[in-house]
């Protein structure tokens, strides 16, 4: 169920490369070689920004279709880069342990900031999807969850969230990099988790990249353009 290749020490480039590096991952290799009309079960979905970066070079890679579900993580306050928990864009909200061992989630503050970040889930569906159809179900879709890393796996469950009440067939999480105890605890959640390194000292997604630059919404906006129709008859066109 957990597929990481645990090289301690591996290092990605970019994101680019870490979707390259991905998608050369025996278990999504394979998706490549599927007949036709299996291959069209499989769909990428990333989780913007940096995700979605990742996503779009898994899915040219592999040759299949790719699409966003948004979570949003929740700040922990004074500490903005620790996530205490996240929300999907369908409102479902994930707490980690600590936000509730320090009974957190009640904090007006805390409330606030929930639902400061349900408002930018929604803003980013808004401009990233444009036009594109809602993702109003996903019946018999076999997803490929994807991000740059896990950090504490919070948003990643919002996302998991999402796509069990879109009523998918299954979910593989894909990831370049990620903390082992993450990985395991993301892994009870969906059918497999591939992981390509998981550190023993490992604090942030960053440490695992050369280059780590933000994505722009920009960036993403151009990626998911060439993504217009979830079927993969209108990929090869794309490039």
């Not at 990742?54 to 899915?59: K, N, T």
């Not at 796996?153 to 990620?178: D, E, Y």
């Amino acid at each position: 169920k957990i597929m990481s290749e645990n090289r301690k020490d591996r290092i990605f480039r970019d994101r680019i490369d870490a979707g390259c590096q991905l998608a050369a991952h025996p278990d999504l290799q394979k998706i490549k070689f599927l007949p036709l009309n299996e291959k069209n079960s499989y769909l990428i979905i990333s989780l913007p920004r940096g995700g979605t970066v990742v996503g779009d070079e898994l899915a040219k890679q592999l040759q299949i279709t790719h699409d966003v579900v948004f979570p949003r993580k929740i700040p922990c306050p004074g500490h903005p880069e620790f996530a205490i928990g996240a929300v999907s864009e369908l409102g479902d909200v994930i707490w980690n342990d600590f936000a509730r061992y320090t009974n957190l989630i009640d904090k007006p503050h805390v409330q606030q900031s929930k639902d400061k970040q349900i408002q930018e889930a929604q803003r980013r569906k808004t401009i990233y999807r444009g036009q594109r159809k809602p993702l109003d179900s996903l019946s018999g879709k076999n997803v490929i969850l994807v991000d740059d890393g896990l950090a504490t796996g919070a948003t990643m469950k919002a996302a998991i969230s999402t796509c069990k009440h879109l009523n998918v067939k299954s979910i593989i999480v894909a990831v370049p990099c990620g903390p082992a105890d993450g990985v395991k605890d993301i892994s009870k959640s969906v059918d497999k988790v591939i992981c390509l390194t998981t550190p023993d000292h490992y604090h942030a997604v960053g440490q695992c990249y050369n280059s780590f630059d933000q994505t722009t919404d920009e960036e993403v906006i151009e990626i998911l353009a060439k993504y217009q129709d979830l079927n993969i008859e209108n990929i090869s066109n794309s490039y």
